[in-house]
């Protein structure tokens, strides 16, 4: 009977003892790595996100020189608003080896998530013959026009135009407006943009959150804890490769690197 007290006791130190070295490793990978082991472990959808299922960015056609990327959840994201902002990223493709030239921009805003690539646009603007540099970009839909956001979850979709009209790689995602009475009653009382980004962040409204932020930062440039807020919010959504453009961590860093976000306006097409 001793002897089998015995060989239950040593299995149990063995077994702790396994257990502390597993625990161990991996205390020192979170103090090594940090945020990345929380990236990997992040789930497939974001906090700010709808839960879709993404689709596969590209087109067969490309401009070798650049890319265009969205700035939002890839399973899509909310907003209060009736006129958001669509941010987007231009980028020059540094190991280009065909030089391109941009000749304008096309957006698009479907009447539903399942037509992207088919089916008739219920919003369509283009802009030719600017002078894009890398940089963030907002654009801006026209107050002219009644809202095109119908309450659904709505794809839209932005590309660029190269000399010859050919599409480049192009960007979407999606977007859904959704009414919330508490944050609407919290909202009025925010009286500046950065509280306003506060809330909308509460709320998880990506798309009214991350416009906010920026156009806080415009004007207050050198406010540190707004500009970590608002990287903190970018974390939780590029947490895995984002597209074929560029990794995760140079895309959050060209945008907080960036001094403004240039506005692109145009007419309605459709």
Not at 34 to 51: E, F, R, V, W
Request: proline residues 5%.
């Amino acid at each position: 009977m001793r002897q089998l007290i015995d060989i239950l006791d040593l299995a149990w130190r063995r077994q702790i003892t396994r257990f502390s070295g597993k625990f161990l490793s991996l205390l020192c990978l979170s103090v090594l790595y940090g945020n990345d082991l929380a990236a990997i472990a992040q789930p497939k959808h974001s906090q700010y996100g709808l839960g879709i299922e993404p689709r596969q960015m590209g087109s067969l056609h490309s401009l070798p020189s650049y890319c265009v990327v969205a700035i939002a959840p890839r399973d899509g994201g909310r907003t209060i608003s009736e006129y958001p902002t669509f941010y987007v990223y231009l980028l020059k493709r540094k190991d280009a080896f065909v030089p391109s030239n941009i000749t304008g921009l096309n957006f698009k805003l479907y009447g539903n998530k399942d037509i992207p690539s088919r089916g008739r646009a219920i919003f369509s603007g283009r802009v030719r013959n600017l002078d894009l540099e890398d940089g963030l970009y907002k654009i801006n839909l026209s107050t002219a026009y009644p809202s095109v956001l119908n309450g659904e979850v709505q794809s839209w979709k932005a590309y660029l135009l190269g000399s010859d009209d050919m599409f480049s790689e192009y960007t979407n995602t999606y977007i859904q407006r959704v009414p919330d009475p508490s944050l609407f009653r919290e909202i009025r009382s925010a009286t500046t943009k950065l509280q306003q980004a506060q809330v909308y962040t509460k709320y998880y409204y990506w798309y009214d959150a991350f416009d906010a932020y920026t156009q806080w930062l415009e004007a207050n440039p050198t406010d540190i804890n707004a500009r970590r807020e608002r990287a903190r919010m970018l974390q939780k959504i590029y947490y895995s490769p984002h597209n074929r453009c560029t990794s995760s961590e140079k895309l959050l860093k060209l945008i907080d690197e960036a001094k403004s976000a240039k506005p692109i306006a145009f007419p309605q097409v459709k």
